[in-house]
Structures are given as structure tokens and as C-alpha cells.
Nanobody, 115 residues
Framework: QVQFVESGGGSVKAGESLRLSCVAS????????MAWYRQAPGKQRVRIGY????????NVAEPVKDRFTISRDNAKSTLYLQMNNLKPEDTAVYFC????????WGQGTQVTVSS
């Protein structure tokens, strides 16, 4: 059974950094294009970036591309999201999932940024 477990969130002040992790199981992670998503309070979940299975192609959405970086460690079946210079508008629950064959959503990890 496919499972994604996100972690690394927390409450930080504007300008600080966080590194989120997503551990995948039940899937061939090393062959999976993966993405990060976030859902802000009262809003729909949106994709903020993806990384191909090899890590050779990374695309991060315009609003965060200068501050967020996606990486992966296929040996550990783990996806990462490095978030720098966080802003209050980054407050959301962050999720990961397979791009081409989405599995069940994990519980996500809460990121709260105060001004």
C-alpha cells in the first residue's frame, strides 16, 4: 500500500527556514516523479513544484521559486523541500505525492509563519 509521511513543519518567524521531508513506502520511489503541494486555510490544495525520478528536472512554481528548492534521496525513498526566507503567506499544510500515479494523501505537515 502506497503511503507518504510528511514531516519537518513547525511554527517559525518570517525570514526563517524549514526543511520538509516526505518518506514514501509501498511504491517504487526511484522511478516516481514526485511533487510537493500545499493547502492554505480555506483554500484548495495546489502544487508548488515537482522533481523527476532522476532528479534531473526540477520545476518550482513562480511564487516560491526563488525561495524553495526540491530534492530527493532515492536510496532513502525521501523527498525534500527546502524553504528559505519564509513568509506569512507560506502558512499551509504541505503534502507530497506521486505525480503520475497519485496515491492516498498523507496527513501533511503544518507550516505556520508569523510576521
Amino acid at each position: 500500500q502506497v503511503q507518504f509521511v510528511e514531516s519537518g513543519g513547525g511554527s517559525v518567524k518570517a525570514g526563517e527556514s524549514l526543511r520538509l521531508s516526505c518518506v514514501a513506502s509501498g511504491t517504487v520511489f526511484r522511478l516516481s516523479d514526485m511533487a510537493w503541494y500545499r493547502q492554505a486555510p480555506g483554500k484548495q490544495r495546489v502544487r508548488i513544484g515537482y522533481i523527476t525520478f532522476s532528479g534531473n528536472d526540477i520545476n518550482v512554481a513562480e511564487p516560491v521559486k526563488d525561495r524553495f528548492t526540491i530534492s530527493r534521496d532515492n536510496a532513502k525513498s525521501t523527498l525534500y523541500l527546502q524553504m528559505n526566507n519564509l513568509k506569512p503567506e507560506d502558512t499551509a499544510v504541505y503534502f507530497c505525492n506521486n505525480v503520475r500515479r497519485p496515491g492516498p494523501w498523507g496527513q501533511g505537515t503544518q507550516v505556520t509563519v508569523s510576521s
